[in-house]
């Protein structure tokens, strides 16, 4: 079992940042790649973000592309989202996930994500 665990929520308005910050405790951490997700109250959960094993694949969703980056940082287990230029619609609860068959590439699909952390609620006023 994989504990992953999100930090940096919090309230910040249009306009603002917020760092992302997930741990994923253990030494297996830098083999797999690691996605962001969000899910805004009465939505479906939606792919955000994802980054393989090394940080050399990234992919965005349109949504955020050019607003928010992701990296990770494999000696600390930690994989980030900087989010930047944040819209009111981008509130909702972050998730991190790993990704433990994505074979050295990202995917997009929630269901193809093998562990989540428990979420972190953002909030961008307007």
């Known amino acids: 079992q994989v504990q992953l665990v999100e930090s940096g929520g919090g309230l910040v308005q249009a306009g603002g940042s917020l760092r992302l910050s997930c741990a994923a405790p253990?030494?297996?951490?830098?083999?797999?790649?690691m996605g962001w997700f969000r899910q805004a109250p009465g939505k479906e959960r939606e792919f955000v973000a994802a980054?393989?094993?090394?940080?050399?694949?990234?992919y965005y969703a349109d949504s955020v592309k050019g607003r928010f980056t992701i990296s990770r940082d494999n000696a600390k287990n930690t994989v980030y989202l900087q989010m930047d230029s944040l819209k009111p619609e981008d509130t909702a609860v972050y998730y991190c996930?790993?990704?433990?068959?994505?074979?050295?590439?990202?995917?997009?699909?929630?269901?193809?994500?093998?562990?989540w952390g428990q979420g972190t609620q953002v909030t961008v006023s307007s």
């Open positions: 996930a790993q990704d433990q068959s994505a074979q050295g590439g990202v995917r997009v699909g929630a269901n193809e994500y093998d562990y």
């Open positions: 253990g030494r297996t951490f830098s083999s797999y790649a």
């Open positions: 980054i393989n094993w090394s940080g050399g694949i990234i």
